[in-house]
């Protein structure tokens, strides 16, 4: 893989699902930085050139509500929210998902919003 790959920004308090999900997405050839807590993430976005940012929203500490302005501070990226209890809409996020997102639909929307002419839509899109 080269270094010209997207990064993307996972981040989930559930460790398992950060591991697999990064797994998958390393496997379609992007680079994922893996976060378990919305402190970790903002290192990482501080620190590194991300490209799109993939978050939950009920995590301990901070919750993606609270971490979704702080990414968005620092990067003009596409914030991705993927829960299982998905509100309708939430400022500074792009695109909202309801978890289990299948594979075929999660490589959707990554190139979706990785693409020079995706626009900014805020959408709740059940699974």
């Known amino acids: ?3 010209s790959a997207p ?5 989930d ?3 398992a699902l950060c591991e697999m999900m990064s797994a998958l997405l390393r496997h379609w050839g992007y680079q994922v930085e893996c976060a378990t807590s919305a402190i970790e993430a903002l290192g990482i976005i501080r620190s590194l050139d991300c490209d799109m940012a993939i978050i939950d929203l009920l995590m301990p ?4 509500q609270e971490l979704a302005p702080l990414i968005k ?3 003009r990226i596409p914030v991705i929210m993927i829960s299982a209890f998905p509100p309708e809409s939430l400022p500074h996020v792009d695109q909202i998902y309801s978890k289990p997102v299948p594979a075929d639909k999660l490589r959707r929307i990554i190139e979706s919003n990785l693409s020079p002419n995706s626009a ?3 959408q709740v899109w059940p699974s």
């Open 61 to 64: 500490g901070m919750s993606g």
């Open 120 to 122: 900014e839509q805020k």
């Open 1 to 3: 893989m080269s270094n």
């Open 73 to 75: 501070q620092h990067a």
């Open 13 to 15: 308090d559930e460790i």
């Open 7 to 11: 990064r993307i920004l996972l981040v």
